[in-house]
């Protein structure tokens, strides 16, 4: 059986399509990958402040104020290392 993406690759001639609607096509695929990685990144951050904070049951649907204390500073020390390091990458793009 094929894939949907060989079935759909062989449904589609990009050589017919305008230059204008390549560059849109490039464009959204570009939007959907950066969609993508920051679902992961969400994903990631979910998972590594979870398994670290939350360490007993949760019995009356919230974190108790220990877990919540964790959770929150798990989540601004995650997103201070990415904003490190994205602006790392940015001055390294700007040096070159």
Do not use: Y
Not at 7 to 20: A, G, H, M, P
Not at 51 to 75: F, H, M, P
Request: some cysteine; glycine content about 2%; overall charge negative.
């Amino acid at each position: 059986m094929d894939s949907p993406t060989s079935s759909l690759e062989q449904n589609i001639d990009l050589s017919k399509l305008s230059e204008n609607d390549k560059k849109e096509l490039q464009q959204f695929i570009v939007n959907e990958s950066q969609k993508a990685r920051i679902q992961q990144s969400v994903h990631s951050l979910t998972d590594i402040c979870w398994k670290k904070c939350v360490t007993g049951t949760i019995r009356s649907g919230k974190l108790d104020r220990n877990e919540e204390t964790c959770a929150q500073n798990c989540v601004d020390r995650f997103l201070d290392a990415n904003m490190t390091v994205i602006r790392h990458l940015d001055n390294m793009r700007n040096q070159s």
